[in-house]
């Protein structure tokens, strides 16, 4: 039934001001639309990216949105760090740490979160890469 239709990642904030200047800031994304001061939605590739203002805000424990960022990992992780940015270390089983980045096999991967403590990833590849390998 879903299969064939989009999906939007979808963050919950406390702050929509504080979120929009990381959002907008360090990760340099461009905002689609804005509703009523609740709601913005980024451009985020072909995709887009939506943060809401909840009280539930960053309560989840686990990864939020994950950004596949080509082969330039590092580079990614080193820009983001120059713009304050700082990286979750975690003891994962099968997996290496480099710094930040976390290796596993031929995947390398890194975790920082938002100002409401909302977990991202930056992962080596792209959503199109991991969708081929899935067909």
């Not at 990864?63 to 330039?72: E, F």
């Not at 995947?107 to 959503?127: C, K, L, Y």
Request: aromatic letters at 8%; proline letters at 3%; hydrophobic letters at 40%.
């Amino acid at each position: 039934m879903l299969g064939k239709s989009d999906c939007v990642p979808t963050v919950a904030v406390k702050d929509l001001g504080r979120a929009r200047e990381f959002y907008e800031g360090p990760l340099g994304l461009e905002v689609a639309y804005t509703v009523a001061d609740q709601v913005t939605a980024y451009v985020t590739g072909n995709t887009l990216l939506l943060v809401y203002v909840s009280e539930y805000a960053g309560t989840n424990e686990a990864t939020a949105v994950t950004w596949g960022v080509g082969d330039d990992v590092d580079g990614v992780v080193e820009q983001l760090k120059a713009k304050g940015v700082s990286f979750e270390h975690y003891d994962l089983p099968g997996t290496t740490r480099e710094g930040d980045i976390h290796v596993m096999d031929d995947m390398r991967a890194a975790w920082f979160e938002d100002p409401d403590g909302n977990i991202h990833s930056v992962v080596q590849g792209s959503t199109s890469q991991w969708r081929a390998a899935t067909s």
